[in-house]
């Protein structure tokens, strides 16, 4: 007969998510493919046999189950720490946040980013690029091959989507019309400048960052990486760009001159980056063995540390508290920036949204 502790499931759930998110955010190694692959895979599964099937496995995940997280932390998200409203995308579907903490599925999209103040939603499935209002009723669909990642930009009166579709870069206003592809791109979200210009950064190849005057279709520049990109972020001013990769993130200027920038060690590496709220100080989740660091690349400056895997950075629209999303203890952990030093933790995270949640967005609507 074979006996179950009372929370082997919960382990063997817990550290399946554990090993997928290291395996999701591993180095690059220098074998080649076909080699690599079958040992990650290999891997994966004794791993997870071991927390799920041996005793010994067991106890290893519980006793790192109880050493992670937030001690005071919320069994829920009751709340959010300021104003506005959160994306959040998951296996489960999309989910809109209000800062009292009420939850609206609004469907089972996959990508998804906000309009301008908040005021609709940008939103992907199957073959369809789809514009919601906050209450999950669809305002137009466009039909288009796996489109991914829509980035939603502009006034109240004149707005612009780009999105990937196909391996093309396309851009769409915001009522659905004038749909037309610009040029290649790299499996990278787009990113608009803040400001009355339409200028976009994407990728255009997986390690070239081209940033185009939407509006006169010209090219403003060109930046080469050395490794693939996986972010573009710009400062809420416009000035800067955020080129994130996970062993060489760099900040660039206007005139396309790298002002900052952050080179993890070979046993380091980094799994986000964001400005600083509304500056141009940068944030990185850094990655050592079995622990993580949140800290300011230029300052030093530590926000924050955790065993595990720490995930994404996301900054609340006033730009006073910080969003780290923890997988490893199923956590989101608020982390006030400004004046007196408060972290909030709420638990239980893919019980509310789902397996995989990640933030989408953060926006001033609320």
Avoid at 22 to 47: C, D, F, I, K, Q
Avoid at 162 to 190: E, F, Q, W
Avoid at 309 to 323: A, E, N, Y
Avoid at 346 to 361: D, H, K, L, N, T
Wanted: proline share 6%; charged share 20%; net charge positive.
């Amino acid at each position: 007969m074979r006996f179950e502790a009372p929370v082997e499931r919960e382990a063997a759930e817990r550290a399946w998510t554990i090993v997928r998110a290291a395996y999701a955010e591993r180095e690059p190694v220098t074998w080649p493919r076909r080699h690599a692959r079958p040992l990650m895979v290999a891997a994966v599964l004794v791993a997870v046999v071991a927390a799920a099937l041996s005793p010994p496995g067991r106890s290893v995940v519980h006793s790192l189950r109880k050493a992670v997280g937030v001690k005071e932390a919320e069994p829920a998200l009751f709340s959010l720490p300021a104003r506005g409203q959160l994306l959040v995308t998951s296996r489960s579907g999309l989910w809109l946040v209000r800062a009292d903490g009420s939850k609206r599925r609004l469907g089972r999209y996959r990508d998804a980013g906000f309009s301008p103040h908040g005021l609709y939603v940008a939103a992907t499935r199957a073959n369809q690029l789809v514009a919601l209002d906050p209450k999950g009723d669809v305002r137009w669909t466009l039909a288009r091959p796996a489109p991914r990642f829509p980035a939603w930009a502009g006034t109240r009166t004149d707005t612009r989507i780009a999105y990937l579709s196909g391996g093309r870069l396309r851009i769409v206003a915001g009522d659905g019309t004038g749909d037309h592809a610009v040029g290649a791109v790299a499996l990278v979200p787009p990113a608009w400048q803040p400001g009355p210009r339409r200028v976009l950064a994407y990728m255009s190849t997986p390690r070239s960052v081209t940033v185009l005057d939407v509006d006169r279709g010209a090219v403003v520049r060109r930046m080469a990486s050395g490794e693939r990109v996986r972010k573009l972020a710009w400062s809420t001013d416009g000035r800067l760009l955020l080129v994130f990769t996970p062993h060489a993130t760099r900040v660039y200027d206007s005139r396309g001159r790298a002002v900052a920038q952050d080179d993890p060690s070979d046993a380091t590496f980094d799994r986000d980056a964001a400005f600083v709220g509304r500056s141009h100080e940068v944030a990185a989740i850094r990655a050592s063995g079995t622990s993580s660091n949140v800290f300011s690349i230029s300052g030093g400056r530590l926000y924050f540390r955790g065993t595990g895997v720490l995930s994404q950075l996301v900054w609340s629209p006033d730009g006073r508290w910080l969003l780290v999303t923890w997988p490893t203890a199923d956590q989101w952990v608020f982390i006030q920036s400004e004046g007196r030093r408060r972290i909030v933790g709420a638990s239980r995270i893919s019980a509310q949204f789902g397996m995989s949640s990640r933030v989408a967005g953060w926006c001033c609507a609320g």
